[in-house]
T-cell receptor, first 112, second 114 residues
Framework: GESVGLHLPTLSVQEGDNSIINCAYS??????FIWYKQESGKGPQFIID?????DKRQGQRVTVLLNKTVKHLSLQIAATQPGDSAVYFCAENMSAGNMLTFGGGTRLMVKP | SQTIHQWPATLVQPVGSPLSLECTVE??????LYWYRQAAGRGLQLLFYSVGIGQISSEVPQNLSASRPQDRQFILSSKKLLLSDSGFYLC?????????????FGDGTRLSIL
């Protein structure tokens, strides 16, 4: 369904610093989560995913943390670069099929 | 590798005109296919999804329709566009069967209704 939000929250970080983007999900039965990056005028790009039987997963410069107790997901970006500037969406799979529900997004701005 | 193509990239249409947006996927067979709409500064709203040729499920009532005439082709249509149909339309695919698969998106069509 549609995510509700009148404006995008924005995170502004200095180049080289670490970024942490947070997401609260709604359904305790969700068992699969994804982070997407969307640059202006483009479609969302898959970054990393995590299944509910894990609480941490690492990729290249990115780490996803899952806290099922409080239904919280975070994306950590190490040594943030100007090319990381984009809108980041979390998504959860709430069904046995492959239907994703997307969060409202967070805009990451990297200051040089 | 798999790729997904959407066209056109941008489209300006008058109110009441018809619409046809096309999406094709290469490099995979029997994909699940999805159409989303994204309003400015917002998340993604699922419009339609398809698990096979001729199989379309609609998530929200609207004056849009979708069709899947071939395995890797997904079309979004309207007979008469409304002003409220303006937005960024995204097509996505995922591997067939099973859950816990990421969806992969095309670069979208920006539709402006005048």
């Amino acid at each position: 369904g549609e995510s509700v939000g009148l404006h995008l929250p924005t995170l502004s970080v200095q180049e080289g610093d670490n970024s942490i983007i947070n997401c609260a999900y709604s359904n305790s039965a969700s068992d699969y989560f994804i982070w997407y990056k969307q640059e202006s005028g483009k479609g969302p790009q898959f970054i990393i995913d995590i299944r509910s039987n894990m609480d941490k997963r690492q990729g290249q410069r990115v780490t996803v943390l899952l806290n099922k107790t409080v239904k919280h997901l975070s994306l950590q970006i190490a040594a943030t670069q100007p090319g990381d500037s984009a809108v980041y969406f979390c998504a959860e799979n709430m069904s046995a099929g492959n239907m994703l529900t997307f969060g409202g997004g967070t805009r990451l701005m990297v200051k040089p | 590798s798999q790729t997904i193509h959407q066209w056109p990239a941008t489209l300006v249409q008058p109110v009441g005109s018809p619409l046809s947006l096309e999406c094709t996927v290469e490099g995979t067979s029997n994909p699940n296919l999805y159409w989303y709409r994204q309003a400015a500064g917002r998340g993604l709203q699922l419009l339609f999804y398809s698990v096979g040729i001729g199989q379309i499920s609609s998530e929200v009532p609207q004056n849009l329709s979708a069709s899947r005439p071939q395995d890797r082709q997904f079309i979004l249509s309207s007979k008469k566009l409304l002003l409220s149909d303006s937005g960024f339309y995204l097509c996505a695919w995922s591997k067939m069967g099973g859950s816990n698969q990421p969806q992969h998106f095309g670069d979208g069509t920006r539709l402006s209704i005048l």
